[in-house]
């Protein structure tokens, strides 16, 4: 029999009804007891469009109370969110709407058009919704661990997206887990820069419930005011990525974060050495971390303990966690983690399940290692692997060595095919200050292997990023 646990919004509501549950840069704040009455309201509304138990109602939607609102209340409804980058293409999305099955879209005033453009046939923005009347339906009081909560695409290696489930039980533990290795604080607060479409915004959100804490909700990452937030609004805990990180230390100058910031949780992918050791300098609590849409968010991450001493590393699995590395001849190789907060499958894909999970483990398709001590070393993604005349190059280690040049803002490394070698290295380049090809190449031979160093070197205004501000690498060897 499937685990069940009290509706975590109403047993929190009743636990801490006053307290602040989300606080907006405008200064608009909900707590605990009015999130739960409105996303009950927005559950018996969305009731009279036929939303029942198993329907999957796609979002798209940028960060807002009411994309919140709307989660808690499919939550209520048993109903799957189906969360909708708001980036894609139309012919992206479509593709995702018809194969999550989706029913309802729901979006903003600013996205209806051109949510009308898909091939939908019931799109609603939040205010139509809400002008419904209110159908009784009995709501859920209970949460059964092991039923369908959301669904995300993640981009595969080949073909196409893959739609990740999200059991209520992976957020559950994904949040377990993270109090266990960050612990948790009464003063705590989450800042959210990230998409709530994206699985680190998703989870943050979660957590909020789980733990009873405030999160400081932001549209999108703008880094004045995220740094604005970290040195006015008491802000504990934030979720970053490496892009992030360089633009907020810009910004900081030669100032401190106020100490009541305990943690800048780095994810999506490895970070540049030279930062992390510069972010040690100027006493930055940055936590490397390690997780994908299929492990609802961090599923390896360093402690504070360990911080300092272990730059580089993204730390040891979280409690509830388990991790392996498929190793190849040079010692390293796949990543395989196994855990409660590790997705079950992706939806409506039974090719991608049998590829994808071995046993109860994920294969990942990320590189790395594992030290003595059992400290996880993420390298690189399998599919962004370059092999030249049958050696393996790994871009982030070219990019960690470029980005110590202080005349470069940002680097992004990728393989373009060559007919001697198969593939060789090639760098973009978006310059914090003048700088020419040759001293880059100059400089990456005085640290790197010979057949490591970058063959061409682009210099670009800006680097292809997708929502979360990750590094798409895919999409380089278009600028050339």
Not at 78 to 106: C, F, S
Not at 337 to 356: E, L, W
Not at 401 to 418: C, F, H, N, R, Y
Not at 459 to 471: C, E, Q, Y
Request: net charge negative; with cysteine.
């Amino acid at each position: 029999m499937a685990e069940v646990i009290p509706h975590w919004l109403t047993k929190q509501a009743d636990l801490a009804p006053n307290q602040i549950a989300i606080e907006l840069d405008n200064g608009n704040k909900i707590n605990f007891k009015q999130l739960r009455e409105k996303s009950q309201q927005f559950a018996r509304k969305l009731a009279m469009l036929d939303i029942t138990e198993g329907t999957h109602v796609g979002i798209l939607s940028t960060n807002c109370m009411e994309m919140v609102i709307a989660i808690h209340a499919l939550s209520y409804l048993g109903a799957v969110g189906v969360l909708l980058n708001t980036r894609l293409t139309t012919n992206e999305l479509d593709y995702q709407i018809d194969d999550a099955h989706v029913k309802l879209l729901l979006t903003t005033c600013e996205l209806k058009e051109r949510a009308l453009d898909l091939q939908m046939q019931t799109v609603c923005d939040y205010s139509e919704v809400n002008d419904l009347s209110e159908k009784q339906v009995e709501l859920k009081k209970e949460i059964h661990l092991d039923d369908y909560f959301t669904i995300i695409y993640t981009s595969g290696t080949t073909g196409f997206p893959k739609g990740v489930i999200h059991t209520y039980g992976n957020h559950w533990w994904s949040s377990i887990g993270s109090a266990l290795n960050l612990g948790l604080d009464k003063n705590d607060k989450w800042l959210i820069p990230l998409p709530i479409f994206h699985v680190s915004g998703l989870s943050t959100m979660i957590k909020s419930v789980i733990y009873g804490m405030p999160v400081y909700l932001l549209e999108k990452f703008d880094e004045e005011r995220v740094h604005h937030a970290l040195m006015e609004k008491k802000i504990t805990i934030i979720s970053v990525v490496t892009v992030m990180v360089q633009r907020l230390m810009v910004l900081l100058e030669d100032n401190t974060y106020p100490e009541n910031l305990r943690c800048m949780l780095l994810g999506g992918g490895p970070a540049p050495k030279p930062l992390l050791e510069q972010a040690k300098e100027r006493q930055i609590p940055v936590f490397q971390s390690y997780g994908m849409t299929e492990t609802s968010s961090q599923i390896v991450t360093l402690s504070p303990s360990d911080a300092l001493r272990k730059i580089g590393s993204a730390g040891k699995p979280l409690f509830p966690a388990q991790l392996k590395i498929q190793e190849d001849n040079d010692g390293m190789g796949e990543i395989l983690v196994k855990g409660p907060m590790v997705t079950k499958g992706y939806f409506n894909n039974d090719d991608a399940n049998h590829k994808s999970f071995e046993d109860g483990w994920l294969k990942t398709g990320d590189i790395g290692y594992v030290d003595k001590e059992g400290f996880l070393y993420v390298v690189d993604r399998r599919k962004d692997l370059i092999i030249s005349g049958g050696e393996n190059i790994y871009p982030s280690e070219i990019e960690s060595v470029l980005s110590g040049m202080p005349q470069i803002k940002e680097v992004a490394v990728t393989g373009k095919p060559d007919e001697k070698w198969g593939k060789v290295p090639i760098a973009f380049i978006v310059k914090n200050q003048e700088v020419d090809a040759d001293e880059i190449i100059s400089y990456a031979q005085s640290k790197l292997a010979k057949y490591k160093i970058p063959k061409e070197v682009y210099f670009v205004h800006s680097l292809p990023r997708n929502a979360s501000n990750k590094l798409v690498r895919s999409k380089l060897l278009s600028l050339v």
